[in-house]
């Protein structure tokens, strides 16, 4: 009996321990085509065996577009969200976002960057909660990737919430996320990212 009781315990402990939870494919094992991984939306991007762990990888180039300004469209990869381009050039999140069970303090995973010029991949996103009936954007995140390298190397970036919400539940909260591959303008075809092992912890 005692040892029933100390198995529970220790069940009921590590399960209450916060931990590494996956953004859904986050390690772009899932693919429904070669150029559409399961739970991401891709744009100038496509599955590689390029990758810092498991068999698959995303990688994402900037692409050659005659409707686009400048004739370049940087390469990206949602989660959570499609892209939509109104006809005035805004962009509207679609979707609901992925639901997420505990407040993560930061967003890390594995990138590999290539570029020929000064430019930088960029990394942005949300946490949005419903709150007295209103959704209501808790967190962002944001930064840039700036170092070129040839091998994998990690990135971590930090939850910014606001004032009001700091020590705010997340939990049943719903999260987006969003990198590119050029912050210049225009954007660069030549600016390359690999991105593999993306989690929220």
Known sequence: MKNYIY?????LLYSCQP???DVPNGNFE??????NPKYWQLKGGERTAIAKEGRHAVRLQGIERKDAED????GVA???YFLNILKDKTFKPGLNGHPITFTPEKLTGYCM???EQTDTAVVAGWIEKEIDGENVKIATIGG???DTTSVYKPFSFKFDYKEDYKEYDASKGRLWLAFTTSHDNPPLISSILYLDDVKIE
């Open 30 to 35: 899932k693919w429904k085509s070669k150029n």
């Open 71 to 74: 004739g370049v469209d940087p």
């Open 144 to 146: 840039f990737i700036t």
């Open 78 to 80: 949602f989660s959570g």
């Open 113 to 115: 960057y290539r570029t």
């Open 7 to 11: 198995i529970f315990s220790l069940v």
């Open 19 to 21: 931990t590494a939870s």
